[in-house]
């Protein structure tokens, strides 16, 4: 299985656990949603193209990322989270088409992989929100 390690920023602007090397990971400012990508932001990517990112990583906080590929359509979960249909926007850049995710994803030598995970959580029951936004959880992924 390819491993992925992350560590994290809650869109509060919280730091998760950090890693555990002398590496040094930039995180984005926190994002109010993920955009959906516009037609001609969509590349087609082949199925052999995909089939490289395609596959299970263990996520450092026990969790997994699952990426498939059924028929000619792409699909990315969580655990045993909903499934969202995916698309490339980018060589190794991916968007949820419900705007529930986006990942870039880095394939480096002995199986390495570095980039970044973007997922809208549910917002809590407690919001105050007439909108009820759900907050957006950015993981870096090293």
């Given amino acids: 299985m390819k491993t992925l390690i992350l560590a994290g920023l809650l869109a509060s602007g919280s730091l998760l656990a950090g890693a555990q090397t002398a590496d040094t990971v930039t995180i984005p400012g926190p994002v109010r949603q993920i955009e ?4 001609g932001q969509i590349i087609p990517m082949q199925r052999d193209e995909f089939q490289q990112f395609a596959g299970a990583y263990n996520l450092a906080n026990g969790q997994t990322l699952y990426l498939r590929r059924v028929d000619k359509r792409y699909f990315a979960r969580v655990d045993d989270w909903t499934e969202h249909q995916i698309v490339a926007i980018g060589s190794n850049d991916f968007v949820a088409l419900d705007r529930q995710l986006k990942m ?7 199986g390495k ?3 970044e995970l973007l997922i809208a959580m549910p ?6 929100s007439d909108a009820q936004q759900p907050r957006l959880l950015h993981l870096a992924l090293r």
Avoid: D, T
């Fill in 36 to 39: 959906a990508p516009v037609p």
């Fill in 113 to 115: 992989v570095n980039g």
């Fill in 104 to 110: 870039r994803i880095e394939l480096q030598p002995y």
């Fill in 123 to 128: 917002a809590g029951p407690m919001a105050h």
